[in-house]
């Protein structure tokens, strides 16, 4: 569905439907492409976030209490997170999203995703040297192990969600 079709009132000036309206594009000139913009790709981009933004609190929750005889419990489930929402949403954003803005956006937006891409490079390196780690302990950890992936399991929420943050701060209202 085209943005047009799906939001027929917004005229012809651009507006996100995932911020308040009125929120116009800052370039005139590509106005006409960014209205062309699917807007179901921009809208599942930024349901993903927060559909890993609730994910993110169960691990949170979780590493507060970790206990050795989840461990393994708990690998399986971030595994599965990682696969299903971080790395299919980063393919997701590199591959429909960035593209877009790369070649319509003004160059502060163009900035900003070079710096995401450099953020996703850095997460999915933690992801998977976490896992790594996580692993070598086999299914029961030492407490020492524990409070080990605890810490990293901490770092890298933080990583994720000044990530989306960034995105839902700076790059999102401006599209």
């Known amino acids: 569905?085209?943005?047009?079709?799906?939001?027929?009132?917004?005229?012809?000036?651009?507006?996100?439907?995932?911020?308040?309206?009125?929120a116009l594009h800052e370039n005139e000139q590509n106005q006409n492409v960014m209205t062309d913009i699917k807007m179901d790709k921009l809208t599942k981009a930024y349901?993903?976030?927060?559909?890993?933004?609730?994910?993110?609190?169960?691990?949170?929750?979780?590493?507060?209490?970790?206990?050795?005889?989840?461990?393994e419990?708990?690998?399986?489930?971030?595994?599965k997170f990682s696969d299903e929402y971080i790395v299919n949403h980063f393919r997701f954003e590199e591959e429909e999203i960035f593209p877009l803005i790369l070649k319509y956006g003004n160059e502060k937006e163009k900035k900003m995703v070079q710096m995401l891409k450099n953020d996703h490079v850095k997460i999915l390196q933690k992801l998977d040297d976490f896992l790594k780690k996580v692993t070598s302990y086999g299914t029961h950890p030492s407490e020492e192990e524990i409070e080990e992936i605890m810490h990293s399991s901490r770092e890298l929420l933080e990583m994720v969600l000044l990530h989306a943050r960034k995105e839902d701060a700076h790059l999102f209202p401006n599209l």
């Open 47 to 71: 349901l993903d976030h927060g559909m890993i933004s609730e994910e993110m609190t169960f691990f949170e929750k979780f590493v507060e209490g970790i206990d050795a005889d989840e461990v």
């Open 1 to 22: 569905m085209r943005y047009k079709k799906a939001y027929p009132n917004a005229g012809a000036k651009y507006f996100s439907p995932l911020f308040p309206e009125g």
């Open 73 to 79: 419990d708990y690998l399986v489930r971030i595994r």
